[in-house]
């Protein structure tokens, strides 16, 4: 008998230490360097026992936490610490995530080339046909067996990034690459291993769609229809926590910022043939730090932290967030501040943006860098679009779906975008116009009201409006806009302009106009 151990980390999001940044000196239950603990643990209990072990790094991890930012804009050495970090780890392959694209590709590129793993991305394909970023798949082969591992990421990267970052690339469905890979690999090797950047679009027992399914996440098709070729499948892009068999295969994803390693066990027998297979997530929260890691990153942490703690510029008034769902409903000031710096950038009239996650906290009284990371969390640029009055009632329906009455008769966020994964980055709220949203009323019909300037907006009539590149494209589903409606584009990223948004007018007096109201 012998055994596989497959470990799995995904969606780190450059998470190195314990925190999220939002003060110093934290502890949170999740980091890089609690994953490399729990993964040391479980590679040398396991090769003590004569195991074979394969370590997968499954991508997103250049872009996500205020140290992913500095490294990216502001450090001497670029990338350098983090691919320390992540060389420290003995991964036998890695993956590219969808946000491993935000920097752009030269960034991109100085990682794929400092890892010590190749790096597998069958269905990102140069005008040749040929995968840009690494080989097809990797065949390790220990203890006399040979283990093929295939890599893919999710085909929905031109719905998110600039048609000039991703220029030449053609993103395959994985469900096609599969069909060129697959079957002629699994002749090659004794057990195949599948590793995907991308989630599961229908309920894991029923097959019941459990979103649109646009491609972006395409992990359940797979199993349907490759799922005899594949021994295992390890998944990432939606922060789910998942062990269990799906189609019979066994599955594993491991949340997201290292808060879980994930683990497959396959069992084989004299005849290579796999007896029995097990799916495992372990959460890190009680591991301790990994020393190695900190040596590896201190330096350029310290220097993020004090960089952080600059001071940006001074609020008159109170825009701290308590309550993200109550700052989604009735009007924010930082929301407001976040629009207007929006249309100051763009001379937009009109301007839409989102609260991304439950933990920002809007603004104290002293705006530091940290601040501005911490709540505006993406890299970020602007696009202007011209659009119809009825493209942006139909964006305004697209964002009100994601509100409902609950039984107490409460406003919630809807829990078909909370769960599997939360979408709260695809609810925006708008400034320029006044809007009644009437959560009454049935999904498609909820705006009752939508002026600008004073006047009720036309179907017809065309308007400038500013939202970040992500949704200009189209992303979260807002099939309303598209590329070819851009007009003109602020390359600076978001971050940057707030920043000099905060330069110009040191200090900000907290206001809301409530231009929207939401009716129950």
Do not use: C
Not at 147 to 167: C, D, N, R, S
Not at 362 to 383: H, K, V
Not at 396 to 421: M, Q
Request: proline share 4%; net charge negative.
């Amino acid at each position: 008998m012998m055994k596989i151990r497959i470990l799995e980390t995904s969606d780190l999001h450059g998470f190195v230490l314990p925190t999220n940044f939002t003060e110093k000196d934290m502890d949170l239950p999740f980091s890089i360097a609690k994953a490399r603990t729990k993964m040391d643990e479980l590679t040398s209990s396991s090769e003590q026992k004569g195991e074979i072990v394969i370590k997968i790094e499954n991508g997103d991890i250049l872009q996500g936490s205020a140290l992913a930012y500095y490294l990216a804009k502001k450090a001497k050495e670029g990338i350098k610490d983090l691919v320390n970090v992540t060389n420290s780890f003995g991964y036998d392959v890695g993956l590219l995530g969808n946000h491993e694209f935000n920097y752009g590709l030269e960034y991109l590129e100085t990682y794929v080339k400092q890892v010590n793993y190749p790096i597998l991305a069958a269905n990102v394909l140069d005008k040749k046909g040929q995968p840009v970023f690494g080989p097809t798949y990797q065949i390790i082969e220990k203890h006399g067996l040979k283990i093929g591992i295939v890599g893919f990421l999710t085909q929905y990267i031109p719905h998110w990034e600039q048609p000039a970052t991703i220029k030449d690339l053609t993103f395959q469905s994985i469900v096609e690459a599969a069909k060129e890979i697959l079957p002629d690999l699994r002749q090659r090797v004794d057990v195949l291993l599948v590793a995907y950047h991308g989630g599961f679009e229908r309920d894991l027992l029923t097959g019941i769609p459990t979103e649109s399914l646009t491609g972006e996440n395409e992990a359940y098709q797979l199993l349907l229809e490759y799922g005899e070729l594949i021994d295992a499948l390890v998944t990432g892009h939606q922060h789910r926590e998942i062990a269990q068999h799906v189609l019979g295969v066994p599955v594993i994803q491991p949340g997201f910022r290292g808060d879980f390693v994930g683990e497959i066990e396959l069992e084989l027998d004299k005849q290579k043939k796999i007896t029995h297979s097990k799916a495992k997530i372990h959460r890190t929260a009680e591991s301790k730090v990994s020393t190695d890691v900190v040596e590896l990153i201190s330096d350029i942490s310290k220097e993020t932290e004090e960089w952080l703690d600059q001071p940006m510029g001074k609020i008159l008034g109170n825009m701290k967030i308590l309550d993200p769902m109550a700052a989604r409903i009735s009007e924010h000031p930082y929301i407001e501040l976040i629009n207007k710096i929006q249309m100051e950038a763009t001379a937009a009239k009109i301007s839409g943006t989102a609260l991304f996650n439950n933990e920002a906290k809007g603004f104290d009284e002293q705006i530091t860098m940290r601040s501005i990371l911490t709540n505006y969390i993406y890299p970020n640029t602007l696009a202007v679009l011209r659009v119809t009055g009825s493209d942006l009632k139909a964006a305004l329906e697209r964002t009100a779906e994601h509100l409902e009455i609950n039984d107490e008769g409460e406003i919630i966020f809807s829990p078909r975008f909370v769960e599997p994964k939360p979408e709260y980055y695809n609810y925006d709220m708008y400034e320029g116009i006044d809007y009644t949203i009437d959560l009454k009323k049935k999904i498609g019909q909820r705006i009752v009201n939508l002026s600008f300037e004073g006047r009720p907006v036309a179907s017809e009539e065309f308007l400038e409006i500013v939202v970040n590149q992500y949704r200009a494209v189209g992303g979260g589903n807002y099939p309303m806009f598209s590329a070819d409606k851009i007009v003109r584009e602020i390359t600076v990223d978001m971050t940057e302009l707030i920043a000099a948004y905060l330069k110009n007018h040191p200090v900000i007096q907290a206001t809301v106009n409530h231009n929207f109201m939401i009716l129950k």
